[in-house]
T-cell receptor, first 114, second 113 residues
Framework: DADVTQTPRNRITKTGKRIMLECSQT?????MYWYRQDPGLGLRLIYY???????NKGEISDGYSVSRQAQAKFSLSLESAIPNQTALYFC?????????????FGPGTRLTVL | QKEVEQDPGPLSVPEGAIVSLNCTYS??????FMWYRQYSRKGPELLMY????GNKEDGRFTAQVDKSSKYISLFIRDSQPSDSATYLC?????????????FGQGTTLQVKP
């Protein structure tokens, strides 16, 4: 089984709809991240969480919100989706307690906003 | 100016060629340097991890860091069609380290049989 899972894998929605992307991990890592990937722009950090009570904005947090329901679960919400939020979204985890920045990525969610 | 610059390619080489992938950066505080490989429709996976300057070798892959020039490279020897993927460099700083990685844009590599 995959260590970092994301649901759904693909989602098509309409402008103005609220949607939630979910991430679960079985790695036991403390830190979790949400990124979006756009052609030519690489990976950009949306939000990150060091633990359940510690959530921080990343580079491009406007239009997004997150919830860390448990150490293993981190969800990303688009309150009112817009077409320029069409992108590939990745969840990642890291085990900073081991003194490394290595991040482990999920398989991604392809989101299309019409 | 972006903190990390990476030539997006695409880069196309014949099987068996030596491939050189590069990134430049502007933040002298970066101490940890990584290369991730991303296959189509998959999440990035860690390929190489280096700390500070120097070289690190793992099989056909060699990661090189030159902090004085703010330049990192990934060399692939005897490239194979299975190496066809997008390669992303990533880095982070030591002081005030929040675990945040800064990624390059990624270079798409195609190795032709």
């Amino acid at each position: 089984d995959a260590d970092v899972t994301q649901t759904p894998r693909n989602r098509i929605t309409k402008t103005g709809k609220r949607i939630m992307l979910e991430c679960s991990q079985t790695k036991g890592h403390d830190r979790m991240y949400w990124y979006r990937q756009d052609p030519g722009l690489g990976l950009r950090l949306i939000y990150y969480s060091f633990d359940v009570k510690d959530i921080n904005k990343g580079e491009i947090s406007d239009g997004y919100s997150v919830s860390r329901q448990a150490q293993a679960k981190f969800s990303l919400s688009l309150e009112s989706a817009i077409p320029n939020q069409t992108a590939l979204y990745f969840c990642a985890t890291s085990d900073f307690a081991r003194g490394t920045d290595t991040q482990y990525f999920g398989p991604g969610t392809r989101l299309t906003v019409l | 100016q972006k903190e990390v610059e990476q030539d997006p390619g695409p880069l196309s080489v014949p099987e068996g060629a030596i491939v050189s992938l590069n990134c430049t950066y502007s933040n002298s505080a970066f101490q940890y340097f990584m290369w991730y490989r991303q296959y189509s429709r998959k999440g990035p996976e860690l390929l190489m991890y280096t700390y500070s300057s120097g070289n690190k070798e793992d099989g056909r892959f060699t990661a090189q860091v030159d902090k004085s020039s703010k330049y990192i490279s990934l060399f692939i020897r005897d490239s194979q069609p299975s190496d066809s993927a997008t390669y992303l460099c990533a880095m982070s700083a030591v002081s005030g380290n929040t675990g945040k990685l800064i990624f390059g844009q990624g270079t798409t590599l195609q190795v032709k049989p």
